[in-house]
């Protein structure tokens, strides 16, 4: 069971701003930077977000990450058919001694 | 060109053990944070283990005390041995590279090789 809760699906038209939501605590979000990858079935995950808000080369400005608090979000803006997938948050827990993944979000266009 | 390759998945019978290697290249695994992370059929992503380049290894409650994490910098290869294997382990199995700025922000990834606990 993931310590880091996520919407298990969001939609939206082309064109369109999605926004995903994870929720985490203290010892997790609260006190360490948040991933973010996607992943289409079938493939390797990539990663999309790292350090809360930064963009891996390659990757569009129209992924955005933030934190606030115990909580992060991953927004996805001019949404296109390309970008459904399965979407994951993913940061280090100090109590757990674990990296751990969201729940998982599917973005369906 | 950084390139990961996994090798080593196959049935196995519960309590079985199995070993899975992971072929880097265009970098080297010593230097780098280097993990295993798993997803079972029609599950999320989940992380199994990490070595950090000076040698510090960490393991999920899952697989503590079962599966060890290794890299053989003469081959370049990263390593995890699976011992005791349960049904719960079968998924396919993932090895990343942590990045130079955030270790645990994995950037590049293998195909992935499976592995199936069953009798």
């Known amino acids: 069971q993931s310590v880091l809760t996520q919407p298990s699906s969001a939609s939206g038209t082309p064109g369109q701003r999605v926004t995903i939501s994870c929720s985490g605590s203290r010892s997790n979000v609260g006190s360490n930077s948040v991933n973010w990858y996607r992943q289409v079935p079938g493939t390797a995950p990539k990663l999309l977000i790292y350090?809360?808000?930064q963009r891996p080369s390659g990757v569009p400005d129209r992924f955005s990450g933030s934190k606030s608090d115990s909580s992060a979000s991953l927004a996805i803006s001019g949404l296109q058919s390309e970008d459904e997938a399965d979407y994951y948050c993913?940061?280090?827990?100090?109590?757990?001694?674990?990296?751990?993944f969201g729940t998982g979000t599917t973005v369906t266009v | 060109e950084v390139l990961l390759v996994e090798t080593g998945g196959g049935l196995k019978q519960p309590r079985g053990s199995l070993r899975l290697s992971c072929s880097a290249s265009?970098?080297?695994?010593?230097?780098?944070?280097m993990a295993w992370v798993r997803q079972a059929p029609g599950k999320g992503l989940e992380w199994v283990s990490s070595?950090?380049?000076?040698?510090?290894?960490f393991y999920s409650d899952a697989v503590r005390g079962r599966f060890t994490i290794a890299r053989d910098n003469s081959r370049n290869t990263l390593s995890l041995q699976m011992n005791s294997l349960r049904a719960e382990d079968s998924a396919v199995y993932y090895c990343a590279r942590g990045t130079s700025v955030d270790e645990r922000a994995f950037d590049f990834w293998g195909q992935g090789t499976t592995v199936t606990v069953s009798s």
């Open positions: 265009g970098f080297s695994v010593s230097i780098n944070y």
């Open positions: 070595k950090r380049a000076d040698g510090t290894t």
């Open positions: 993913a940061a280090w827990d100090d109590s757990l001694n674990a990296y751990v």
């Open positions: 350090l809360n808000g």
